[in-house]
């Protein structure tokens, strides 16, 4: 038979029952418009994150390389540099190094020694300067203490459950780098279930950045240099050498080990967190495609019973069952499809709505379009092919 024919028949049937069909498509047009939504949405939320970890348009990536010392006390006991003026020459020279500098930590987090029950330890320090994190117990940390330069902390229920309760942990005094401070508030800890950073436990100790600045030594807070890549080399490489090369030659070799972090790597975990986020997301959404198709199977059935006559005229003129079968099939699968596209389209609408009041630009992209049209033609497929079989199998003499 023409496949002109074909379609022009599907679409007159389409046509007899314009309000079922329109009806039927709604659950269709309901789905696609989510996921295409949800899905624009992720992509954009991906590419907005992934840009905000890397360097604007025209600068140079770079890569830190750290020391780590086997011997923590003498680490930060220490006023021998980490990394000498020979250690910067030699990975200067390396191929793909633009530059080389010496950096400092960072002065928003350290780590300081404390001792707790009588045993040392050393814990990570938060410095902060206007307000703290929300406290279970006491009070932030705010500007007033980093102005006043106060010897005041917050520390994390986790570290003093074992001495005090959250209440009683409030007045009490607490060592942090050989300096007395005052614990003023007490949070819970809370444990990072993403697995994006390990699954570690939040516990940092907050104290003003100006009381850490006035009573503890930062002689030596260069542990680190920062390498500047050319264009056309992978940072990991360039890190890779550098870090082969200090360990054979680096000052502090046998002091402890050179590390760095590569920012790429947590860029492709983050991305594939991101995508399997979106694709959950929006497989919940299209289970309404599910319930769609069911739609569409339902309306099939209804179609065929009623068109039970035609059928039999059909079958006696010489059509086969394939043929039969074939027409109810395009008549689901068109049905969708047109579901689909206004589906997508409505996609569209709600990405620019979203656009709008979202800090980040949605993204539509081929994928997007073409899922949104495969589904569609997909559930119109697979939920039209039971009642067109049935349609296809039907007797002349039982018809007629």
Do not use: C
């Not at 117990?137 to 994390?156: A, E, H, L």
């Not at 009381?211 to 940072?235: A, C, K, W």
């Not at 689901?332 to 389209?345: K, R």
């Amino acid at each position: 038979m023409n496949p002109i024919v074909f379609f022009k028949g599907a679409w007159n049937a389409l046509l007899k029952n314009k309000k079922r069909s329109f009806l039927t498509m709604i659950g269709i047009i309901i789905g696609i418009a989510a996921v295409s939504t949800i899905m624009s949405i992720g992509r954009g939320f991906e590419k907005y994150v992934l840009e905000s970890l890397n360097p604007d348009e025209g600068e140079l990536l770079t890569v830190d390389i750290q020391f780590k010392s086997d011997d923590p006390d003498w680490m930060y006991e220490t006023n021998n540099e980490l990394f000498s003026d020979m250690d910067l020459q030699t990975v200067r020279f390396l191929p793909g190094v633009h530059n080389v500098e010496r950096s400092g930590i960072n002065l928003d987090f350290t780590t300081l020694e404390t001792i707790i029950d009588r045993k040392e330890k050393q814990v990570s320090i938060t410095m902060i300067e206007d307000k703290g994190r929300k406290i279970l117990v006491g009070r932030q940390i705010d500007f007033m203490d980093n102005k006043k330069k106060s010897r005041v902390t917050v520390v994390p229920l986790t570290l003093i459950k074992e001495q005090y309760s959250s209440e009683e942990a409030i007045g009490k005094g607490i060592s942090l780098g050989g300096q007395l401070y005052t614990i003023v508030g007490v949070y819970e800890s809370e444990l990072d279930e993403s697995g994006i950073f390990g699954g570690f436990m939040s516990d940092e100790v907050e104290i003003p950045l100006n009381s850490y600045l006035r009573y503890h030594d930062q002689g030596n807070t260069e542990n680190q240099i920062s390498i500047t890549v050319e264009r056309g080399f992978l940072p990991s490489k360039v890190a890779d050498k550098s870090v082969l090369l200090l360990e054979e030659e680096g000052s502090m070799k046998t002091r402890g080990s050179y590390e760095y972090f590569d920012m790429s790597a947590l860029d492709d975990g983050l991305s594939k967190v991101l995508k399997g986020i979106t694709l959950f997301i929006a497989s919940v959404a299209g289970i309404s495609l599910f319930i769609a198709g069911i739609g569409v199977m339902n309306m099939m059935y209804i179609s065929v019973s009623e068109r039970t006559k035609e059928i039999g005229i059909r079958r006696a003129l010489g059509a086969t069952q394939k043929s039969i079968r074939a027409q109810f099939v395009l008549e689901g699968v068109l049905m969708t499809s047109i579901g689909g596209v206004l589906g997508y389209l409505f996609g569209l609408l709600f990405s620019a709505i979203a656009t709008s009041l979202l800090p980040f630009s949605t993204e539509i992209d081929l994928l997007t379009i073409l899922i949104s049209l495969g589904v569609s033609s997909a559930v119109g497929l697979i939920f039209s092919y039971a009642p067109a079989n049935a349609a296809s199998k039907k007797e002349i003499i039982e018809i007629l």
